[in-house]
């Protein structure tokens, strides 16, 4: 009834030629208490009435544009009620339909519910569809050959579309309306497609050009997200100390791993790709250069000729820029050319071409074109014919690591495949293999090439299998008891020094991945996995001394017989690892009847003679136990057991020792080497070790003594803040401090370092350094940042003067650096080698902080609610209202039993109170710069990313500050996947 009355009022009040102003107040005469015009369709009647004829009727059009101004009726009703009209034949009212548009198109705007904003979203998206089709009529006509009558309305059509698209605001609007309404954007770009066709036979240049553009536009819709690289640094210290952090500790690592903190890095600076790869190339001659000699040199060449080329093939497949991604790597390389005194060191340090031999590698695996590659290696061979003499007299006859490196890589292959055969059958054979691995440096030169290629897990693997095989016994003659002995004890070495060279965090790894995948048939555990863990000794590690207590006391007697007798050892049916794991015990009676004068030193020498006479193994469990007894011990004590442990490390030539015996105590002494180290530091002792390393073992005991270990913190991080890049050693310090400071203690003092500076480009610097440093363990500092650190800082008044600008705007952009790469490998379950579990000392418990009973206050919002006078905005979680605290993450039922995933909920909920908080300071401006810093970093609409923790309600909020209302802000915070996350964008974005 009420449609009848509107449709007669429109009549009567043009019989009568009402004005506008005289129309519009007899309206809210005739419909005083009803709907809004809206829903009683008062654009659609106007519309109507006012284009019965051929031309529309000026009386009504002025009604309707009274409405407009006066706001009776919305933009999203009229922009609807415009796409309704399709006879495109009368042209003039066409005219008038584009003329109406004038007087909102550019200037689109809604304060009212988040329904009516997605409504207006709609009506954009259906009048630019509308729009498209009209002037692809027209220049359809246009294809027929030039017409001025087809060319006018054209170019009144495309006025239009280029008001509409050329506004940031409204090319958001309609981001979110195809998201919507996906079946209009699909006639949207129908539309485009056809005007796209015609285009070509529009005579008019200058039109042709403009939608051209407008098209392009559309297209690109949402295109004011887009970054670009506008970083005109050279130098990145990030990428420098990331690729340094990998190939000091992390050779063993997954690749991917690597590429994906490397993207990350790259898309949060915002680095351009050429320079970005040229960072890579830096960090690797630099570690080539600084490495010391011997496994890390080893390591660092495995990681820059093997590791880096394969990271660099899987960064090709990610779209890194505009260019093709070999020519961005001819570029790289291009510059590093350049760059010739670092490169004549590293030719120096390795004795050859570093760079013609890394060209190779990247030409074999696709990352250079031939003719590149042949252009690049004429130049460095032009630049080394200018260079001082690179080869000496006295290196000239050394083989270059890493041309050996190159070759080792499909030896590990070979061998690989050879230790996949049935051990059983020939045994003699595989003895072969692995005494010419023994050789000289062969076995660093493999585990390296292993290590670096991802192989090197399955090569322990085999040797753990190799180890298990050497225990069982089937009826055997002394030949085959001693090949037996042998593959026992040298698998045994070979694991011992994996584990001592990459660490036993891997190694553990491995084990427990052996256990799972291929149990084993017995009942039995693995013999190395229970002897590494409870007795190998480690930087660090305490052991128990009484572990080696639980062999059967009758195979000690017997062990004990065997040790004492003048004849040699027999091999036939010896179970060895019964043998290493009764050796702890029988030391033990020797020492006691030694230091009670029941033994004579000759008597003690033999017994030591005999233990490391046929196996190092033997000789390796007795150190190992002696190490952790002598830990236990006070300093007058300690003589008998180092007297013993100086005996077992000497080796004993003799006509009866065993096949590879000298090859077997050269990896025996470094082993011993590593394990003894502490012990000989606490204790002043100085023991030679045979064919071990001329050099103390690399980075160790690097902090000072008797220096506060906060001293040296400080310390190093002013010194690579002064050099602005991070060295090897410098890496090594920082693990040391970490691990006896503990992670809290560790990111608490950097972060007041951080907090200390005055200058902005200092604290930038510091930052990229920071952040890089962080990844020595970023899952667990980022805990301690976002959990402690932050809220201690921004929920004390006393501190805020600490967040002022500079050093407050960097400690937001490191917040942001670690929660985003923390997250993003969180998500991908990357975790490197080193990562160590989380401490109870370390932090506190994250459960307790942040408890998983919403019902419940949490410690930070109950810490909140002392300083703030709204006690409705501070309550905990429960006691909100699901429109107040809703987030994507809830929507998207994300786990909050993770306790990363707490901190950045309970992070979130912190910056809303601030924000709805009655009280401004430097704690606002903070979160200002973290919310710019999440916008610029992340990818628009990312759904895994740190902001689908974030309320909401957080957007209005944010729209009140100046620097972040803007439609690039509201499109990056929200998720756009969910229907809440579109209203609450549109309606943000629709208030602009």
């Known amino acids: 009834m009420k449609v009848v009355n509107l449709r007669q009022a429109i009549l009567q009040a043009w ?12 309206m809210k005469k005739l419909f005083p208490k ?42 999203a009703s009229v922009m609807s009620a415009i796409a309704k009209f399709e006879d495109f034949s009368r042209e003039l009212c066409v005219k008038a339909l584009l003329e109406l548009m004038d007087m909102f198109c550019d200037r689109l705007s809604c304060h009212g519910k988040a329904e009516e904003c997605i409504s207006l979203c709609r009506a954009l998206l259906s009048t630019l569809g509308w729009l498209l089709k009209y002037a692809a009529r027209f220049s359809e006509r246009l294809k027929e050959g030039p017409d001025a009558s087809g060319e006018e309305p054209l170019q009144l059509c495309v006025n239009r579309i280029e008001k509409i698209v050329t506004r940031r605001k409204n090319r958001a609007l309609l981001h979110i309306a195809r998201l919507e ?29 403009r939608l051209e553009e407008c098209i392009g536009l559309i297209k690109s819709v949402p295109v004011i997200t887009a970054q670009s690289e506008q970083n005109t640094k050279m130098e990145f210290p990030t990428v420098h100390a990331l690729i340094m952090l990998e190939g000091t ?120 074109s031939e003719d590149n590659m042949k252009n690049l290696v004429n130049k460095r061979a032009a630049d080394r014919e200018l260079a001082p003499q690179l080869k000496s007299a006295e290196n000239a006859s050394i083989q270059p690591n890493p041309g050996l490196i190159l070759r080792a890589e499909p030896t590990v292959t070979n061998i690989l495949k050879t230790m996949d055969a049935d051990h059983s059958k020939s045994p003699e054979g595989l003895l072969g293999v692995l005494g010419h691995m023994l050789s000289g440096k062969s076995l660093d030169l493999l585990l390296a090439a292993a290590a670096a290629t991802g192989k090197l897990k399955s090569f322990a693997r085999k040797f753990v299998k190799l180890n298990e095989f050497a225990k069982h016994i089937s009826g055997e003659g002394s030949k085959a008891a001693s090949v037996r002995a042998l593959l026992f004890d040298i698998s045994f070495l070979m694991l011992c020094h994996v584990a001592q060279t990459y660490g036993s965090d891997f190694f553990r790894a491995l084990l427990f991945y052996v256990i799972l995948s291929e149990p084993c048939t017995s009942a039995e555990v693995v013999f190395f996995e229970t002897w590494m863990l409870t007795c190998m000794p480690e930087e660090g590690k305490i052991l128990n001394p009484e572990q080696g207590f639980r062999a059967d006391p009758t195979k000690v007697e017997s062990l004990m017989s065997h040790l004492n007798s003048s004849a040699e050892m027999k091999l036939v049916q010896v179970k060895w690892h019964e043998v290493c794991s009764c050796t702890p015990a029988a030391i033990l009676e020797v020492l006691n009847a030694w230091e009670h004068g029941l033994l004579t030193f000759e008597a003690v020498q033999k017994i030591t003679d005999n233990i490391k006479g046929k196996i190092c193994s033997m000789a390796i469990c007795a150190v190992a136990w002696l190490v952790a007894h002598v830990r236990m011990l006070g300093l007058e004590e300690r003589e008998k057991p180092l007297q013993m442990i100086c005996q077992l490390v000497t080796p004993l030539y003799a006509e009866n020792t065993l096949q590879f015996y000298n090859e077997r105590v050269a990896i025996m002494s470094l082993i011993l080497e590593q394990m003894c180290a502490d012990v000989l530091q606490q204790t002043a002792t100085s023991i030679k070790f045979p064919s071990a390393n001329l050099d103390p073992i690399p980075y160790r005991n690097l902090l000072p003594v008797k220096k506060p270990i906060k001293e040296v913190l400080i310390t190093n991080f002013n010194n690579i803040l002064n050099k602005g890049w991070v060295d090897s050693r410098s890496i090594h310090v920082f693990e040391a401090l970490l691990h006896m400071g503990g992670v809290y203690w560790f990111c608490n003092n ?80 990357q975790a490197t080698a080193k990562q160590r579990k989380r401490h109870k000392e370390d932090i506190e418990d994250y459960i307790n902080l942040f408890p998983l009973d919403d019902s419940q ?136």
Not at 15 to 26: F, G, H, L, S, V
Not at 35 to 54: K, R
Not at 813 to 818: A, M, T
Request: glycine share 4%; net charge neutral; aromatic share 6%.
């Open 857 to 992: 206050p949490s410690k930070l919002l109950r810490l909140l609610s002392s300083n703030e006078e709204d006690s409705n905005v501070l309550s905990s979680p429960g006691d909100r209202s699901m429109s107040s605290s809703l987030s994507a993450s809830q929507l998207h039922n994300i786990n909050m039993r993770d306790p990363l995933n707490r901190v950045l909920a309970n992070l979130f909920l912190l910056i809303s109170s601030i924000l709805s908080s009655k009280v401004a300071g430097p704690h606002t401006q903070f979160v200002q710069w973290f919310m710019e810093e999440c916008v610029e970093c992340l990818d628009q609409g990312s759904r895994g990313s740190i902001l689908q923790f974030m309320p909401f309600t957080m957007v209005s909020e944010l729209m009140k500050l100046p620097a972040l209302s803007k439609p690039k802000t509201v499109l990056a915070i929200t998720d756009l996947g969910l229907p809440l996350g579109r209203r609450v964008a549109a309606k943000a974005i629709a208030a602009l």
């Open 34 to 75: 009803g709907p809004t015009w809206d829903l009683l369709g008062l654009s659609d009647h106007l519309l109507e009435q006012a284009l019965v004829g051929p031309s529309p009727n000026p009386l009504i059009m002025s009604y309707l544009k009274y409405a407009i101004s006066s706001q009776m009726v919305s933009y």
């Open 181 to 209: 309404e996906q079946v209009a954007w699909n006639n949207v770009e129908q539309a485009f497609i056809k005007l796209t066709e015609n285009c070509n036979k529009i005579s008019n240049q200058q039109l042709r050009l």
């Open 750 to 829: 950097l972060v007041k370092e951080l907090l200390k500076e005055t200058r902005k480009e200092h604290c930038y610097k510091a930052v990229e350094l920071l952040h890089s440093v962080f990844c020595l363990d970023m899952q667990q500092i980022t805990l301690g940042l976002l959990g402690h650190i932050l809220p201690g800082l921004l929920t004390n008044s006393l501190k805020w003067q600490m967040l002022m600008d500079p050093p407050g705007r960097a400690l937001a952009k490191l917040s942001v650096w670690c929660a985003l790469s923390s997250h993003s490998s969180h998500n991908k379950g």
């Open 249 to 368: 500790l992390n050779l063993t690592s997954d690749t991917q791993s690597l590429v994906e903190q490397l993207i990350m890095v790259k898309r949060m600076q915002q680095i351009p790709s050429p320079l970005f790869l040229l960072e890579i190339w830096k960090a690797c001659f630099v570690g080539l250069i600084e490495s010391p000699e011997g496994t890390e040199e080893l390591k660092w060449t495995a990681f820059t000729f093997l590791k880096i080329p394969q990271a660099l093939l899987k960064l090709k497949k990610y779209p890194l820029g505009d260019k093709d991604f070999t020519e961005d790597v001819n570029t790289a390389f291009e510059f590093l050319l350049k760059l010739t005194p670092l490169l004549d060191k590293a030719d120096q340090r390795c004795n050859c071409d570093c760079v013609s031999l890394l060209l190779q590698e990247c030409g074999k695996l696709g990352l250079l």
């Open 15 to 26: 019989k009568e030629r009402w004005t506008d102003y005289q129309w519009a107040i007899n």
